[in-house]
């Protein structure tokens, strides 16, 4: 645990308490800024809509859009379908290709990946990975459970996927307030006590 604060400390911009396991450039925090700025409008509209709190975006390296989707889970009744897994399944379509590595892409997501999208992302080849709310906000907001996922971004790191964290982290969080005032479903499976 102390190697982790440590090691968040490091890169933790005190400011703005944007985190992250490299350095971005400024430009490139920008664009993030703008596209999950833009995201949380989405959402904003999307929850109205009847979906799902959460949306995710794929762009290449050009910032070219190649994919967006909602968490659909209460539509679909599947408790896979996260925004970051339907946005993953809609660029590997778009791109016919199950390995994305080759085409230098990022995901851009309206909060931190749980540990299931987390997972996913590792597995599709996504190179940088950019989100809002982190986690820890999520599950205090509005009880989902993120699972666990210890040191995530420094695993990440080692494998050379970038990630960059808590941007716009206030506008996202009241998106989720919204979401559980009005009433719409808190899905997670029961526990054991
Ligand atoms: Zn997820």
């Not at 604060?5 to 920008?30: G, R, V």
Request: aromatic share 10%.
């Amino acid at each position: 645990m102390k190697k982790i604060l440590k090691y968040m400390s490091f890169h933790a911009a005190k400011k703005n308490n944007i985190i992250s396991n490299t350095c971005f450039s400024q430009e490139e925090l920008n664009n993030a800024k703008n596209i999950i700025l833009e995201l949380q409008r989405k959402t904003a509209l999307q929850i109205e809509n009847g979906y799902g709190p959460f949306l995710a975006a794929i762009y290449d390296d050009k910032n070219n859009l190649i994919a967006s989707m909602p968490n659909t889970v209460v539509n679909d009744c599947n408790c896979l379908h996260h925004a970051e897994i339907n946005t993953i399944n809609a660029a590997q379509k778009e791109l016919n290709s199950y390995d994305l590595s080759k085409f230098n892409l990022s995901i851009y997501i309206t909060a931190e990946p749980c540990i299931m999208c987390a997972g996913a992302i590792m597995w599709s080849g996504i190179k940088k990975v950019f989100y809002g709310v982190s986690s820890k906000d999520v599950e205090e907001i509005t009880g989902f459970d993120e699972g666990y996922k210890p040191e995530w971004m420094q695993q990440f790191k080692k494998r050379n996927i970038l990630v960059c964290g808590n941007i716009e982290e206030e506008i996202g969080k009241n998106v989720l307030r919204n979401y559980v005032k009005s009433g719409k479903t808190i899905y997670k499976p029961e526990r054991l006590a």
